[in-house]
């Protein structure tokens, strides 16, 4: 059985810090892993998508890396914003469609 | 490109009564997914579509859920008779490519907050 955990629930950090955040999954068999962002009250923002088959995806600010091997991603944040801000989540997705989700990372950046 | 939508936003019903939600994914998905999330739980899959069939309704948690995508466009998810326990936000999503394609993205609507009382 598929479990994905995020660590930590909860991240503080200061404006203009880099920062990462974790994502472990327990079964290596993924097609792809998502990371997402949901801001209080609102739905799911889809950030990168990473395919079972790379390594990393950069988008702006955001990278995430895939090692399958270990069951772990990472979503480094570069030069953090108040904006930033929000609950990340990572979903993996296997040999079907259904996504399994961590309880994601609330992160906080102070200004 | 509009992106999936869902409606209501909020719902507030009591006990035994029934609630329908409705989900509008992007045009063109063939694929559309419900999840849920209640309350200090994970989001779980319920079930999937690939147009106007079911494809895995194995995350439904019980008969009084009904979920219908006529025509292979809109979805609806029913409720009936509500518990308690349904509370929570229900997701939509819709992706493009085939389900085993291994990057079709999931676009996800901005969900609806179910509160049972």
């Known amino acids: 059985k598929q479990e994905v955990t995020q660590i930590p629930a909860a991240l503080s950090v200061p404006e203009g810090e880099n920062l990462v955040l974790n994502c472990s999954f327990t079964d290596s068999a993924i097609y792809n892993l998502q990371w997402f962002r949901q801001d209080p009250g609102k739905g799911l923002t889809s950030l990168l998508l990473?395919?079972?088959s790379q390594r990393e995806q950069t988008s702006g600010r955001l990278n995430a890396s895939l090692d399958k091997s270990s069951g772990r991603s990472t979503l480094y944040i570069a030069a953090s914003q108040p904006g930033d801000s929000a609950t990340y989540l990572c979903?993996?997705?296997?040999?079907?469609?259904?996504?399994?989700w961590g309880a994601g990372t609330k992160l906080i950046i102070k200004p | 490109e509009a992106g999936v939508t869902q409606f209501p936003s909020h719902s507030v019903i009591e006990k035994g009564q029934t609630v329908t939600l409705r989900c509008d994914p992007i045009s063109g998905h063939d694929n559309l997914y419900w999840y849920r999330r209640v309350m200090g739980k994970e989001i779980k899959f319920l079930l999937h579509f690939v147009k106007e069939s079911k494809q895995d309704e194995s995350g439904m948690p019980n008969n009084r859920f009904l979920a219908e995508r006529t025509g292979g466009t809109y979805s609806t998810l029913k409720v009936q008779p509500a518990e308690l326990e349904d509370s929570g936000v229900y997701f939509c999503a819709s992706s493009h490519a085939g389900p085993l394609a291994g990057g079709n993205e999931q676009f996800f609507g901005p969900g609806t907050r179910l509160t049972v009382l």
């Open positions: 979903a993996v997705r296997r040999s079907n469609y259904q996504l399994i």
């Open positions: 990473i395919q079972s």
